[in-house]
């Protein structure tokens, strides 16, 4: 059984940096590329990044470019996406996925002073 | 990057009713679209893959359709479990972009 399970949110305070992370099991983990989702509260859902199974690529949205840094580690099964210059914009609701079938349950992120 | 328009935003239906959610692409997206149920403190769940697909366990009342640029997600019958809100996904080419949603309620 695929499982995906986030850690690493908050509340933080804007202009600071938080590192989530994602444990996946299940699935052999090196084999494919993986996801971060994120959900504004009582928004639509948002794609923010994606890298493939050997870290050979990465892509991000336009709206964390230059800010966030997806990265994983294959001997620890783990995903990671690294936040700085965070604003009150990334408060939301963080999800890693494998592909769009298999998802987290999420973790929060409250950018607040 | 492509736009995906979803409607309605949120309707209400009764039981029973027959119900369809829209979403239309601004690019050719070809089946690349994925149709995702959401309960409150929850995350997605995908019901239908690949645009007419339905997912492993996801009741036969649920059904996709497509027609030229526009992606349907209809219920053929609604149930009380149903009630949810659903997003569509394109994954034609990165950014992945979702629908704005369409949130569903009991009338």
């Known amino acids: 059984e695929v499982q995906l399970v986030e850690s690493g949110g908050g509340l933080v305070k804007p202009g600071s940096s938080l590192k989530l992370s994602c444990v996946a099991s299940g699935f052999t983990f090196s084999s494919y590329g993986m996801h971060w989702i994120r959900q504004a509260p009582k928004k639509g859902l948002e794609w923010i990044a994606l890298i493939y199974y050997d870290s050979s690529n990465k892509y991000y949205a336009d709206s964390v470019k230059g800010r966030f840094t997806i990265s994983r580690d294959n001997s620890k099964n783990t995903l990671y996406l690294e936040m700085n210059s965070l604003r009150s914009e990334d408060t939301a609701m963080y999800y890693c996925?494998?592909?769009?079938?298999?998802w987290g349950q999420g973790v929060m992120v409250t950018v607040s002073s | 990057d492509i736009q995906m328009t979803q409607s309605p935003s949120s309707m209400s239906a009764s039981l029973g009713d027959r119900v369809t959610i829209t979403c239309q692409a601004s690019q050719d997206i070809g089946n690349n679209l994925i149709w995702f149920q959401q309960k409150p403190g929850k995350s997605p769940r995908p019901m239908i893959y690949?645009?007419?697909n339905l997912a492993n366990g996801v009741p036969s009342r649920f059904s996709g359709s497509r027609s030229g640029s526009d992606y349907s997600l209809t219920i053929s019958s609604l149930e009380s479990e149903d009630m949810a809100d659903y997003h569509c996904l394109q994954y034609k080419q990165y950014p992945w972009t979702f629908g704005g949603g369409t949130k569903l309620e009991l009338k």
């Open positions: 996925a494998k592909g769009a079938h298999y």
């Open positions: 690949y645009a007419t």
